[in-house]
Protein backbone atom coordinates (compact mmCIF):
# COMPACT_ATOMS: atom_id res chain seq x y z
CA UNK A 1 0.00 0.00 0.00
CA UNK A 2 1.25 3.43 -0.80
CA UNK A 3 1.78 6.72 1.87
CA UNK A 4 -0.91 7.95 -0.05
CA UNK A 5 -3.56 5.28 0.74
CA UNK A 6 -1.79 4.90 4.10
CA UNK A 7 -2.36 8.33 5.37
CA UNK A 8 -6.32 9.33 7.05
CA UNK A 9 -8.07 12.23 7.13
CA UNK A 10 -9.96 14.18 9.91
CA UNK A 11 -8.34 11.87 12.79
CA UNK A 12 -9.82 12.34 16.22
CA UNK A 13 -6.52 12.67 18.87
CA UNK A 14 -7.94 13.07 22.07
CA UNK A 15 -8.22 9.06 22.58
CA UNK A 16 -4.46 8.98 21.69
CA UNK A 17 -3.43 10.96 24.49
CA UNK A 18 -3.52 10.57 28.34
CA UNK A 19 -5.39 14.16 28.98
CA UNK A 20 -8.23 12.91 26.46
CA UNK A 21 -8.14 16.44 25.25
CA UNK A 22 -7.40 17.97 22.03
CA UNK A 23 -9.28 18.20 18.36
CA UNK A 24 -8.87 16.42 15.08
CA UNK A 25 -5.53 15.81 12.92
CA UNK A 26 -6.41 17.07 9.03
CA UNK A 27 -4.03 14.10 7.85
CA UNK A 28 -2.92 10.91 10.28
CA UNK A 29 -0.83 8.21 9.51
CA UNK A 30 0.90 5.24 11.52
CA UNK A 31 4.38 4.39 10.61
CA UNK A 32 5.98 0.86 11.42
CA UNK A 33 8.97 0.77 9.22
CA UNK A 34 11.29 3.09 7.94
CA UNK A 35 10.21 3.56 4.84
CA UNK A 36 6.86 4.16 5.83
CA UNK A 37 8.34 7.07 7.97
CA UNK A 38 10.72 8.47 5.20
CA UNK A 39 7.33 8.67 2.57
CA UNK A 40 5.48 10.45 5.21
CA UNK A 41 8.10 12.87 5.65
CA UNK A 42 8.48 13.46 1.99
CA UNK A 43 4.36 13.55 1.57
CA UNK A 44 4.60 16.15 4.42
CA UNK A 45 7.15 18.26 2.52
CA UNK A 46 5.56 17.89 -1.56
CA UNK A 47 2.27 18.53 0.04
CA UNK A 48 3.41 21.56 2.33
CA UNK A 49 1.88 19.94 4.80
CA UNK A 50 3.15 20.80 8.65
CA UNK A 51 4.52 17.70 10.25
CA UNK A 52 4.10 16.57 13.91
CA UNK A 53 5.38 13.71 15.85
CA UNK A 54 3.05 11.61 18.07
CA UNK A 55 3.97 9.16 20.46
CA UNK A 56 2.33 7.81 23.54
CA UNK A 57 0.48 11.45 23.81
CA UNK A 58 1.46 11.49 27.38
CA UNK A 59 3.41 14.71 27.48
CA UNK A 60 1.26 16.71 25.16
CA UNK A 61 -1.22 19.04 24.97
CA UNK A 62 -3.32 19.29 21.46
CA UNK A 63 -5.26 22.59 20.53
CA UNK A 64 -9.22 22.50 20.41
CA UNK A 65 -9.27 23.00 16.36
CA UNK A 66 -6.83 19.90 16.58
CA UNK A 67 -4.01 19.80 13.85
CA UNK A 68 -3.33 21.66 10.65
CA UNK A 69 -0.77 19.12 9.03
CA UNK A 70 0.29 15.63 9.01
CA UNK A 71 0.26 13.97 12.56
CA UNK A 72 2.75 11.16 12.14
CA UNK A 73 2.43 8.32 14.89
CA UNK A 74 5.46 6.69 15.59
CA UNK A 75 4.30 2.53 15.69
CA UNK A 76 7.98 0.88 15.90
CA UNK A 77 7.17 -1.34 19.03
CA UNK A 78 10.05 -4.14 18.43
CA UNK A 79 11.94 -4.64 21.66
CA UNK A 80 15.00 -7.22 21.35
CA UNK A 81 16.89 -8.11 24.57
CA UNK A 82 20.78 -8.94 23.91
CA UNK A 83 22.77 -9.60 26.87
CA UNK A 84 22.84 -6.47 28.59
CA UNK A 85 21.55 -4.02 25.95
CA UNK A 86 17.69 -3.69 24.63
CA UNK A 87 17.08 -2.68 20.84
CA UNK A 88 14.35 -0.81 21.02
CA UNK A 89 11.81 0.67 18.46
CA UNK A 90 11.00 4.71 19.53
CA UNK A 91 7.11 3.64 19.58
CA UNK A 92 7.52 0.67 22.27
CA UNK A 93 5.76 1.12 25.96
CA UNK A 94 8.75 2.26 28.03
CA UNK A 95 7.10 0.04 31.03
CA UNK A 96 6.72 -2.61 28.53
CA UNK A 97 10.42 -2.15 27.85
CA UNK A 98 11.23 -2.05 32.25
CA UNK A 99 8.91 -5.30 32.19
CA UNK A 100 10.91 -7.37 30.04
CA UNK A 101 14.93 -5.41 31.78
CA UNK A 102 12.98 -6.82 34.85
CA UNK A 103 12.53 -10.45 33.61
CA UNK A 104 16.25 -10.83 33.16
CA UNK A 105 17.53 -9.17 36.25
CA UNK A 106 18.30 -6.12 33.94
CA UNK A 107 18.46 -2.65 36.03
CA UNK A 108 18.04 0.71 34.91
CA UNK A 109 14.83 1.11 33.78
CA UNK A 110 12.86 0.49 37.05
CA UNK A 111 11.88 4.21 37.67
CA UNK A 112 9.74 4.41 34.65
CA UNK A 113 7.10 1.54 35.60
CA UNK A 114 3.77 2.79 36.01
CA UNK A 115 4.43 6.27 34.11
CA UNK A 116 1.13 5.52 31.69
CA UNK A 117 1.75 5.93 27.81
CA UNK A 118 5.20 7.24 27.86
CA UNK A 119 7.27 5.27 24.30
CA UNK A 120 10.70 4.85 24.52
CA UNK A 121 11.22 7.94 21.83
CA UNK A 122 9.21 10.21 23.84
CA UNK A 123 11.35 9.47 27.11
CA UNK A 124 14.77 10.25 25.15
CA UNK A 125 13.49 13.46 23.73
CA UNK A 126 12.22 15.02 27.14
CA UNK A 127 14.99 12.53 29.20
CA UNK A 128 12.21 11.02 31.64
CA UNK A 129 13.10 10.56 34.66
CA UNK A 130 12.16 9.93 38.18
CA UNK A 131 14.20 9.17 41.82
CA UNK A 132 17.27 10.31 40.46
CA UNK A 133 17.69 7.55 37.43
CA UNK A 134 17.03 8.99 33.99
CA UNK A 135 16.87 8.48 30.57
CA UNK A 136 20.11 9.84 29.53
CA UNK A 137 22.11 6.97 32.16
CA UNK A 138 20.33 4.51 29.90
CA UNK A 139 21.08 5.45 26.30
CA UNK A 140 23.88 3.93 24.33
CA UNK A 141 22.80 4.95 21.08
CA UNK A 142 19.84 6.53 18.81
CA UNK A 143 18.65 6.10 15.41
CA UNK A 144 17.21 9.09 13.74
CA UNK A 145 15.60 10.22 10.89
CA UNK A 146 16.51 13.94 9.94
CA UNK A 147 13.38 15.22 8.02
CA UNK A 148 15.64 18.28 6.44
CA UNK A 149 18.32 15.74 4.94
CA UNK A 150 15.90 12.59 4.72
CA UNK A 151 18.61 10.53 6.05
CA UNK A 152 19.30 7.75 8.61
CA UNK A 153 21.89 8.36 11.44
CA UNK A 154 22.93 6.94 14.86
CA UNK A 155 23.68 9.40 17.28
CA UNK A 156 26.09 8.26 20.24
CA UNK A 157 25.19 9.44 23.73
CA UNK A 158 27.29 12.22 23.61
CA UNK A 159 25.67 13.76 20.47
CA UNK A 160 22.13 13.53 22.43
CA UNK A 161 23.29 16.45 24.48
CA UNK A 162 21.28 15.40 27.23
CA UNK A 163 20.42 17.36 30.41
CA UNK A 164 17.22 18.25 33.55
CA UNK A 165 14.79 17.42 30.80
CA UNK A 166 17.03 18.55 27.68
CA UNK A 167 18.12 16.95 24.82
CA UNK A 168 18.95 18.00 21.12
CA UNK A 169 16.01 16.47 19.99
CA UNK A 170 14.48 19.09 21.72
CA UNK A 171 16.42 21.70 19.91
CA UNK A 172 16.31 20.11 16.35
CA UNK A 173 12.69 19.22 15.57
CA UNK A 174 13.93 17.71 12.60
CA UNK A 175 14.89 15.04 14.19
CA UNK A 176 12.97 12.26 14.16
CA UNK A 177 13.69 9.51 17.15
CA UNK A 178 13.36 5.90 14.92
CA UNK A 179 15.09 3.78 17.64
CA UNK A 180 17.46 3.16 20.35
CA UNK A 181 19.90 0.76 22.02
CA UNK A 182 19.80 1.32 26.14
CA UNK A 183 22.68 -0.31 27.96
CA UNK A 184 21.46 -1.63 31.38
CA UNK A 185 23.30 -3.69 34.19
CA UNK A 186 22.49 -7.32 35.62
CA UNK A 187 21.35 -7.13 39.58
CA UNK A 188 20.10 -8.75 42.10
CA UNK A 189 16.13 -9.68 41.74
CA UNK A 190 15.71 -8.39 45.12
CA UNK A 191 17.32 -5.28 44.32
CA UNK A 192 15.49 -5.18 41.12
CA UNK A 193 11.57 -5.89 43.19
CA UNK A 194 12.81 -3.05 45.69
CA UNK A 195 13.04 -0.54 43.45
CA UNK A 196 9.99 -1.48 41.41
CA UNK A 197 7.96 -1.53 44.48
CA UNK A 198 9.53 2.24 45.31
CA UNK A 199 8.11 3.74 41.88
CA UNK A 200 4.56 1.58 42.17
CA UNK A 201 3.82 2.76 45.89
CA UNK A 202 5.01 6.33 44.95
CA UNK A 203 2.55 6.47 41.97
CA UNK A 204 -0.35 4.95 43.33
CA UNK A 205 -0.03 7.39 46.40
CA UNK A 206 1.07 10.75 44.61
CA UNK A 207 -0.51 10.61 41.08
CA UNK A 208 -4.15 11.09 40.41
CA UNK A 209 -6.33 8.84 39.09
CA UNK A 210 -7.92 11.33 36.50
CA UNK A 211 -6.50 12.01 33.15
CA UNK A 212 -3.59 14.12 32.52
CA UNK A 213 -0.42 14.76 30.60
CA UNK A 214 2.18 13.92 33.60
CA UNK A 215 4.32 17.28 35.23
CA UNK A 216 2.89 20.19 33.81
CA UNK A 217 5.71 22.15 34.81
CA UNK A 218 9.50 21.68 34.87
CA UNK A 219 11.35 21.99 38.20
CA UNK A 220 13.24 24.99 39.32
CA UNK A 221 16.52 25.40 40.13
CA UNK A 222 17.16 26.05 43.88
CA UNK A 223 19.82 28.51 42.23
CA UNK A 224 17.16 30.47 40.63
CA UNK A 225 15.05 30.66 43.63
CA UNK A 226 18.02 31.50 45.89
CA UNK A 227 18.35 34.73 43.06
CA UNK A 228 14.99 35.47 43.00
CA UNK A 229 13.30 35.28 46.22
CA UNK A 230 16.50 34.22 49.24
CA UNK A 231 13.24 33.96 51.64
CA UNK A 232 11.35 31.65 49.21
CA UNK A 233 14.46 29.47 49.38
CA UNK A 234 15.03 29.06 53.08
CA UNK A 235 11.34 28.33 53.75
CA UNK A 236 11.38 25.46 50.79
CA UNK A 237 14.57 24.38 52.65
CA UNK A 238 12.87 23.71 55.57
CA UNK A 239 10.46 22.27 53.63
CA UNK A 240 12.87 19.43 52.37
CA UNK A 241 14.79 17.12 54.61
CA UNK A 242 18.01 15.93 52.32
CA UNK A 243 19.69 17.24 49.78
CA UNK A 244 18.29 18.76 46.21
CA UNK A 245 19.34 20.72 43.29
CA UNK A 246 15.35 21.42 41.85
CA UNK A 247 12.44 21.95 43.51
CA UNK A 248 9.37 20.94 42.59
CA UNK A 249 7.44 22.68 40.77
CA UNK A 250 4.63 21.57 42.72
CA UNK A 251 5.75 22.44 45.77
CA UNK A 252 6.00 25.91 44.79
CA UNK A 253 2.48 25.73 43.35
CA UNK A 254 1.06 23.84 46.88
CA UNK A 255 2.81 26.64 48.90
CA UNK A 256 0.22 28.56 47.70
CA UNK A 257 -2.62 26.90 48.55
CA UNK A 258 -3.47 26.48 44.53
CA UNK A 259 -4.52 22.62 44.72
CA UNK A 260 -8.05 22.19 43.63
CA UNK A 261 -8.10 25.32 41.73
CA UNK A 262 -10.32 24.69 38.78
CA UNK A 263 -11.01 26.41 35.27
CA UNK A 264 -13.91 24.77 33.58
CA UNK A 265 -13.39 20.88 33.10
CA UNK A 266 -10.02 21.72 34.13
CA UNK A 267 -8.30 21.45 37.31
CA UNK A 268 -5.04 21.49 39.40
CA UNK A 269 -4.93 17.78 41.23
CA UNK A 270 -5.44 17.12 44.52
CA UNK A 271 -3.18 14.71 44.77
CA UNK A 272 -0.17 16.62 43.05
CA UNK A 273 0.29 20.53 42.47
CA UNK A 274 2.21 20.17 39.27
CA UNK A 275 -0.54 18.25 37.50
CA UNK A 276 -3.60 19.05 35.75
CA UNK A 277 -5.98 16.54 35.39
CA UNK A 278 -9.09 16.83 32.94
CA UNK A 279 -12.64 16.34 35.00
CA UNK A 280 -14.27 14.91 32.40
CA UNK A 281 -15.11 17.27 29.91
CA UNK A 282 -11.52 20.03 29.75
CA UNK A 283 -10.96 21.50 26.56
CA UNK A 284 -7.36 22.40 25.80
CA UNK A 285 -8.48 26.36 26.20
CA UNK A 286 -9.45 25.42 30.07
CA UNK A 287 -5.94 24.23 30.40
CA UNK A 288 -4.16 26.77 28.47
CA UNK A 289 -6.16 28.79 31.02
CA UNK A 290 -5.02 27.28 34.48
CA UNK A 291 -1.66 27.25 33.49
CA UNK A 292 -1.65 30.49 32.81
CA UNK A 293 -3.13 31.45 35.94
CA UNK A 294 -1.09 29.24 37.82
CA UNK A 295 2.54 31.22 35.82
CA UNK A 296 0.66 34.62 37.18
CA UNK A 297 0.13 33.75 40.80
CA UNK A 298 3.94 32.27 41.00
CA UNK A 299 5.38 35.27 39.21
CA UNK A 300 3.04 38.19 41.40
CA UNK A 301 3.17 36.06 44.83
CA UNK A 302 6.94 34.74 44.78
CA UNK A 303 9.21 36.47 41.14
CA UNK A 304 9.59 33.49 40.15
CA UNK A 305 9.28 32.35 36.44
CA UNK A 306 7.69 28.51 36.06
CA UNK A 307 8.60 26.81 32.41
CA UNK A 308 6.23 24.32 31.30
CA UNK A 309 7.36 20.40 30.47
CA UNK A 310 4.35 19.68 28.84
CA UNK A 311 4.06 20.30 24.87
CA UNK A 312 1.42 22.37 23.14
CA UNK A 313 0.58 20.81 19.70
CA UNK A 314 -0.68 22.95 16.96
CA UNK A 315 -1.18 25.98 19.02
C1 LIG B 1 0.50 10.12 35.03
C2 LIG B 1 1.82 10.50 34.37
C3 LIG B 1 3.01 10.36 35.05
C4 LIG B 1 4.22 10.75 34.48
N1 LIG B 1 5.37 10.57 35.19
C5 LIG B 1 6.54 10.96 34.64
C6 LIG B 1 7.78 10.77 35.35
O1 LIG B 1 7.82 10.23 36.45
N2 LIG B 1 8.91 11.20 34.77
C7 LIG B 1 8.92 11.79 33.53
O2 LIG B 1 9.99 12.16 33.05
N3 LIG B 1 7.78 11.97 32.83
C8 LIG B 1 6.59 11.58 33.35
N4 LIG B 1 5.44 11.76 32.65
C9 LIG B 1 5.46 12.49 31.36
C10 LIG B 1 5.61 11.62 30.11
O3 LIG B 1 5.20 10.31 30.31
C11 LIG B 1 7.03 11.63 29.58
O4 LIG B 1 7.43 12.94 29.28
C12 LIG B 1 7.21 10.74 28.35
O5 LIG B 1 8.57 10.58 28.11
C13 LIG B 1 6.56 11.29 27.07
O6 LIG B 1 6.62 10.26 26.10
P1 LIG B 1 5.50 10.05 25.01
O7 LIG B 1 5.90 8.87 24.21
O8 LIG B 1 4.16 10.00 25.62
O9 LIG B 1 5.67 11.36 24.14
P2 LIG B 1 4.53 12.31 23.54
O10 LIG B 1 3.76 12.92 24.66
O11 LIG B 1 3.78 11.63 22.46
O12 LIG B 1 5.44 13.43 22.88
C14 LIG B 1 6.19 14.32 23.69
C15 LIG B 1 7.09 15.16 22.77
O13 LIG B 1 8.08 14.32 22.18
C16 LIG B 1 7.98 14.33 20.75
N5 LIG B 1 8.26 12.96 20.32
C17 LIG B 1 7.70 11.81 20.77
N6 LIG B 1 8.25 10.75 20.16
C18 LIG B 1 9.19 11.24 19.30
C19 LIG B 1 10.09 10.65 18.38
N7 LIG B 1 10.14 9.33 18.20
N8 LIG B 1 10.92 11.46 17.66
C20 LIG B 1 10.86 12.81 17.84
N9 LIG B 1 10.02 13.43 18.67
C21 LIG B 1 9.20 12.65 19.40
C22 LIG B 1 6.57 14.81 20.44
O14 LIG B 1 6.51 15.44 19.17
C23 LIG B 1 6.33 15.79 21.59
O15 LIG B 1 6.95 17.02 21.31
C24 LIG B 1 4.21 11.32 33.18
C25 LIG B 1 3.02 11.44 32.46
C26 LIG B 1 1.82 11.02 33.03
C27 LIG B 1 0.57 11.16 32.24
Redesign the pocket.
Known sequence: MSIEQKIKQNIPLASLT?FKIGGPAKFFVEVKSKEELSDAVEWAKTNKEKL?????????LINDNGINGLVVK?ANNDLRVKGERIECG?GASLSAAASLAIGKNLTGLEWSIG?????V???I??N???FGAATADIVETVEIFNAKKLKFKTLSNRDCGFGYRASI?KERDE???WSAVLRLKKENPDIIQELVKQSIDFRQQK?PKLP????VFKNIPIKVIERQNPVLAEEVRQKLSSPFENVGAGLIIDMLGLKGKTIGGAKISLEHANHIVNTGKATAGDVVMLISYIKQQVRDKFGIQLNEEV?YFGF
Open positions: TFILAGGSNIIAIPGATGGAKGAEAFYIIYSAGSR
